[in-house]
């Protein structure tokens, strides 16, 4: 049972390049999310999805695009990246009626854009 | 969500109980005080939830206000695995959690 495996774990950009993140989970849960995280900062959401095919956005959503096209995936992608994206992202996932449960969270993702 | 107030930074010795505070005065009767922690070059992980009464598990105690304006995490005897930044969170909706800056813990030997 891997739970929330992100990748890549590690990633150099340069400026105007684009990439996909993958977060994938096998707990067959419903929702799923994206934050990044700044140096010395708590976390913020990008876009986060309640189900297959649907995806909401967040606190900072723009330079950002996601999907989920199946149920276990949910792809974070930088379509033209900027220094600013430079960040710590964290893939999430969660059943539906998370106000009695926790999230689970994989392991990060370090992106630096030059 | 509603909004919660934690202090930046505490400290402890190893081995002595902890008591993170959190404040929040504007809770509604539906919100859920959630805990997080996130240990250094990791993602965060839950420690512990309630809605009224106070909880226990095997990370930690939750105590809650009888009023349910603050409510405190206790940490009965910490370790230095325990050093982390400490997120109070209020959870009205199922749909999404937004995190504060949190308290960061440093334990010390």
């Known amino acids: 049972n891997a739970g929330v495996t992100q990748t890549p774990k590690f990633r150099v950009l340069k400026t105007g390049q684009s990439m996909t993140l993958l977060c994938a989970q096998d707990?067959?849960?419903?929702?799923m999310y994206w934050y990044r995280q700044d140096p010395g900062m708590g976390l913020r959401l990008i876009h986060y999805s309640v189900g297959e095919g649907t995806t909401a956005k967040g606190e900072v959503p723009d330079g950002y695009n996601v999907s989920r096209l199946k149920k276990q995936n949910f792809l974070l992608g930088l379509e033209s990246a900027a220094p600013s994206q430079t960040s710590v992202y964290f893939c999430?996932?969660?059943?539906?009626?998370?106000?009695?449960?926790?999230?689970?969270f994989g392991s990060g993702t370090r992106l630096t854009v030059v | 969500d509603a909004k919660t107030t934690q202090p930046n930074s505490m400290e402890s010795n190893e081995e002595e109980p902890v008591h993170l505070p959190c404040n929040h005065s504007?809770?509604?009767?539906?919100?859920?005080i959630h805990w997080y922690r996130q240990l250094p070059s990791q993602g965060p992980e839950y420690v512990i939830h309630?809605?009224?009464s106070n909880v226990n598990n095997r990370m930690a105690s939750l105590a809650i206000a009888e009023d349910r304006k603050s409510s405190t995490l206790i940490l009965h005897r910490a370790t230095l695995r325990d050093a982390a930044v400490y997120y109070c969170?209020?959870?009205?909706?199922?749909?999404?959690?937004?995190f504060g800056k949190g308290t960061r813990l440093h334990i010390l030997p």
């Open positions: 999430a996932s969660s059943y539906s009626g998370t106000r009695v449960l926790g999230y689970t």
């Open positions: 309630g809605l009224t």
């Open positions: 504007t809770i509604s009767g539906t919100d859920y």
């Open positions: 707990m067959n849960h419903e929702y």
């Open positions: 969170i209020l959870r009205d909706r199922d749909d999404k959690i937004i």
